[in-house]
C-alpha cells in the first residue's frame, strides 16, 4: 500500500522568506500523480500544485513550486517570498491507481 | 466561490438524532467523496461514488448511510451518531476516480459536525 510521509508537523516562518516542505512517498507504481493542497483556516482545501511522475521537470504555480526527486520518492513544496494568506495546513498527496493518498500534513505559519 | 457546496456548515446533533449532510458539484465531474478529518488523523476517505455507482467504502460504520441520486448530488445520512464522531466532514469531487490519471479532487469546504 502506499504511504505519503510528511515529517514537519509544524513549521513556521517570517513573511517573505522562502519555507520548504518535506513530503516523502513509498509506492511501487511507475505511473502516479503527486499533488499539494492547502487548507486555511476557512478549511476549505485547495490545490496548489501537482506533478506527474513521469515528467521530469519540476512543477511551479507562481511563489509555488516543487523539486520532485522521483528515486528517492521525494516531493517537497517550496514556497518563495512567503505570505500571510500562506498560513495553512498543506498535505501532500499520491495519486497512484487506487484512491488519492494524503500525509498528515504541515501546519504553516507565516508570521508578520 | 467553490465549485463543490456543502450543507450545512455547521451540524449538532444528538446521539440519537438523524440528520443529512448535503453536497452539491456543479463541475461536470463524475466521480464524489466523501472524507472525514479529525484532530491529529490524516484525512479519512469513506465513500467514492463513480457515475452514482459506490465504488469504495472503507469500512465505515453502518449509522453513515451515503445516498448518490445522480453524478452532482451526494448525501451523507447520519443516524445513531457517537462522540467520536465529530469530526469535519469534507465532500470533494473529481472527473475520474483514477488519480493516476490526473484527475484532481476538488474539495468543499465542509461540514462541521459535533455530536453531544
Known amino acids: 500500500a502506499q504511504t505519503v510521509t510528511q515529517s514537519q508537523p509544524e513549521m513556521s516562518v517570517q513573511e517573505a522568506e522562502t519555507v520548504t516542505l518535506s513530503c516523502t512517498y513509498d509506492t511501487s507504481e511507475s505511473n502516479y500523480y503527486l499533488f499539494w493542497y492547502k487548507q486555511p483556516p476557512s478549511r476549505q482545501m485547495i490545490l496548489v500544485i501537482r506533478q506527474e511522475a513521469y515528467k521530469q521537470q519540476n512543477a511551479t504555480e507562481n511563489r509555488f513550486s516543487v523539486n520532485f526527486q522521483k528515486a528517492a520518492k521525494s516531493f517537497s513544496l517550496k514556497i518563495s517570498d512567503s505570505q500571510l494568506g500562506d498560513t495553512a495546513m498543506y498535505f501532500c498527496?499520491?495519486?497512484?491507481?487506487?484512491?488519492?493518498?494524503f500525509g498528515q500534513g504541515t501546519r504553516l505559519t507565516i508570521n508578520p | 466561490e467553490t465549485g463543490v457546496t456543502q450543507t450545512p456548515r455547521h451540524l449538532v446533533m444528538g446521539m440519537t438524532n438523524k440528520k443529512s449532510l448535503k453536497c452539491e458539484q456543479h463541475?461536470?465531474?463524475?466521480?464524489m467523496y466523501w472524507y472525514k478529518q479529525s484532530a491529529k488523523k490524516p484525512l479519512e476517505l469513506m465513500f467514492v461514488?463513480?457515475?452514482?455507482?459506490?465504488?469504495e467504502n472503507n469500512s465505515v460504520p453502518s449509522r453513515f448511510s451515503p445516498e448518490c441520486p445522480n453524478s452532482s448530488h451526494l448525501f451523507l445520512h447520519l443516524h445513531t451518531l457517537q462522540p467520536e464522531d465529530s469530526a469535519l466532514y469534507l465532500c470533494?469531487?473529481?472527473?475520474?476516480?483514477?488519480?493516476?490519471?490526473?484527475?484532481?479532487?476538488?474539495f468543499g469546504e465542509g461540514s462541521w459536525l459535533t455530536v453531544v
Open positions: 470533494a469531487s473529481s472527473q475520474g476516480v483514477t488519480a493516476s490519471s490526473g484527475n484532481t479532487i476538488y
Open positions: 463541475l461536470g465531474h463524475n466521480a
Open positions: 498527496a499520491f495519486g497512484g491507481a487506487q484512491k488519492l493518498v
Open positions: 461514488y463513480s457515475l452514482e455507482e459506490r465504488v
